[in-house]
């Protein structure tokens, strides 16, 4: 999904909160790779908080302003939700 939206347009990309990166490299060996999109570190949880968020997986989608536009605890439901979410994202950047 990610190099599809990317190309429209959309960066995604992960902030990894809760653990240490040492363990990073084994978890992308044992489940195909890294992803197609940038993981980011973040073991003092300040991305986190600066969303108001205490609980992890979460899904932040912000806008081309850096408005938070979709938000939800949980890691599958919320990734389903993203194809929905991308075209009128995209259509209000270009207004």
Do not use: C, N
């Amino acid at each position: 999904m990610a190099p599809a939206w990317e190309a429209q347009g959309i960066r995604l990309l992960s902030i990894l909160t809760a653990e240490a990166p040492a363990g990073l490299h084994d978890f992308f060996a044992e489940h195909g790779g890294p992803p197609p999109f940038q993981v980011l570190v973040d073991t003092s949880g300040t991305a986190l908080a600066s969303f108001g968020s205490a609980g992890i997986p979460r899904i932040v989608v912000l806008d081309h302003y850096g408005r938070v536009a979709y938000d939800r605890l949980g890691g599958s439901k919320g990734i389903a939700d993203l194809p929905g979410l991308f075209p009128a994202l995209l259509a209000a950047r270009s207004r």
